[in-house]
């Protein structure tokens, strides 16, 4: 039987940032910045901001096994329209190119449409990450799609596995019939067919305490098996490692994984991918405003080094500044790198 309620309805100690903080430096494995100053990359330094990236908030349909956010319907914590009118005006006064708006199911979000649209008339490019099953999940958002194709949104779809087994193992019973259904709507719009220039993205990550496969061999797997059993199609796959905040924490730490799947994430360190992190180009907004260097810094509640909230947005004061840092940042360098947009090298 799957997660039926966040880690925080449950009381439990890792809801709570500063535990996981704790946890994560508890044990004898070398801190990351240790392993980036080994590699001559010490301090990790921001660039432009080129991707606001917007948290709506940890509202959620589903209660993934391994959701960095604790999102769940239990959740209360979502964007006041305060909030979405700083953050546009933000957007209006800057010359930031890409709008990511995440939650939770940000669809839930009652100021969600009007927010969109609002983004889509300055003219920016939008991303949604859409949980595929909000769609279905009641008449009201049947629309979605049509929605998304008006604004030019591209959307970025979970979907761990092209079986309903695996996907549904990870993200509740009945999932996945319930995704195939939505990326059917979402292709009768158009997208993620070739040519339309509507982007359907799909995120994959592991079901378990290893890290991603190659993203094009999975990416060709995905395609072939989705169009042969469902005549599904999207555009990439993005390969995701699993961080280790959060449910996913508590995961590895009920099943003994922990110290293994960090030693894992250490062993894989590559200074190739300190390059694509995305906090280098990213900044995440949180539903009170809350500005963070990641939406992983979000969930750890590290605060970045400089304006702190929204309403102070200053692009001199951001740009330059030291990234805060911890262990789980080694989810973001092992391997062929992992980042919203997939692997990074
Ligand atoms: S759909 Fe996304 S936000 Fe919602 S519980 Fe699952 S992983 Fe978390
Ligand atoms: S976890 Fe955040 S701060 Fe750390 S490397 Fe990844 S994106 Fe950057």
């Known amino acids: 039987m799957g997660r039926t309620q966040s880690l925080m309805r449950e009381g439990h100690v890792l809801a709570g940032a500063p535990s996981q903080r704790l946890a994560l430096e508890s044990d004898a494995l070398p801190s990351f910045d240790a392993k980036l100053a080994q590699a001559d990359m010490y301090p990790l330094r921001a ?15 589903q209660t993934c096994a391994h959701c960095h956010v604790d999102a769940a319907p239990d959740r209360k914590e979502s964007m006041s329209r305060e909030i979405f009118e700083q953050c546009l005006y933000v957007i209006a006064a800057n010359d930031i190119p890409i709008i990511d708006i995440t939650g939770g199911a940000p669809e ?3 100021h969600f449409r009007w927010f969109v649209e609002s983004v889509s008339a300055l003219g920016r490019r939008i991303m949604v990450r859409c ?12 629309d979605l799609p049509s929605f998304y194709a008006r604004h030019n949104v591209e959307v970025v779809a979970s979907l761990p596995f092209y079986s309903a087994s695996r996907t549904d193992a990870q993200r509740g019973e009945g999932v996945y019939e ?6 059917a709507l979402l292709n009768d719009v158009g997208y993620g067919k070739p040519d339309s220039g509507r982007l359907l993205n799909l995120v994959y990550n592991p079901a378990g305490a290893f890290l991603p496969a190659d993203q094009a061999g999975l990416e060709a797997q995905f395609k072939r098996e989705l169009r042969a059993k469902h005549s599904v199609e999207f555009n990439q796959l993005f390969c995701i490692a699993n961080m280790p905040i959060s449910r996913y924490l508590e995961y590895l730490i009920r099943t003994g994984n922990y ?9 894989a360190f590559n200074p190739a991918a300190v390059a694509g992190v995305m906090c ?8 009170d405003g809350r500005l963070f260097d990641c939406d992983f ?10 304006p702190s909230h929204i309403k102070d947005f200053d692009s001199d004061r951001l740009r330059g ?11 973001c360098t092992a391997g062929s790198g992992s980042s919203c947009g997939g692997a990074t090298v």
């Open 47 to 61: 660039g432009v901001v080129d991707i606001l990236q917007i948290n709506v908030g940890k509202v959620c349909n």
């Open 108 to 110: 839930l979000n009652p």
């Open 131 to 142: 949980n595929l099953t909000i769609i279905v999940s009641n008449p009201k958002y049947h």
């Open 178 to 183: 319930a995704s195939i259904r939505a990326l």
């Open 259 to 267: 110290e293994s799947y960090m030693r894992r994430l250490v062993e």
């Open 280 to 287: 280098r180009n990213t900044l995440s907004v949180a539903w």
């Open 297 to 306: 810094n979000q969930m750890l509640e590290m605060s970045p080094n400089g």
């Open 321 to 331: 500044r030291e990234i805060a840092t911890g262990r789980h940042c080694f989810g």
